[in-house]
Nanobody, 118 residues
Framework: QVQLVESGGGLVQPGGSLRLSCAASGISFSICAMGWYRQVPGNQRKLVATIGVGGNTNYAASVKGRFTISRDNAKKMVYLQMNSLKPEDTAVYYC????????????WGQGTQVTVSA
């Protein structure tokens, strides 16, 4: 059974930092593109950052220069380092594993809340 478990969310003041982690199990992690998405109530889930099998990264314009995505294939972990957080970064953050290129499916974690507020 595929599981993606996020952790590291919480309440932080504007300008602060958080590091999200996602632990994957039951999946061939090294062949999956991994990503972080976020969603606020009433809105669609939106891409924050992705990291490919080869380590290539892609970021939403709104987070470029502030957020960094990374992965550890040996530990089956993906991380999102978030710096200089803004109130508009407040959302539920979801971990994604996309293995469709190699015959797997697209998987989601349960989400972790990030709130940026003074």
């Amino acid at each position: 059974q595929v599981q993606l478990v996020e952790s590291g969310g919480g309440l932080v003041q504007p300008g602060g930092s958080l590091r999200l982690s996602c632990a994957a199990s039951g999946i061939s992690f090294s062949i999956c593109a991994m990503g972080w998405y976020r969603q606020v109530p009433g809105n669609q889930r939106k891409l924050v950052a992705t990291i490919g099998v080869g380590g290539n990264t892609n970021y939403a314009a709104s987070v470029k220069g502030r957020f960094t995505i990374s992965r550890d294939n040996a530990k089956k972990m993906v991380y999102l380092q978030m710096n200089s957080l803004k109130p508009e970064d407040t959302a539920v953050y979801y971990c994604n594993a996309d293995g469709r290129r190699y015959g797997w499916s697209n998987y989601w974690g349960q989400g972790t809340q990030v709130t940026v507020s003074a």
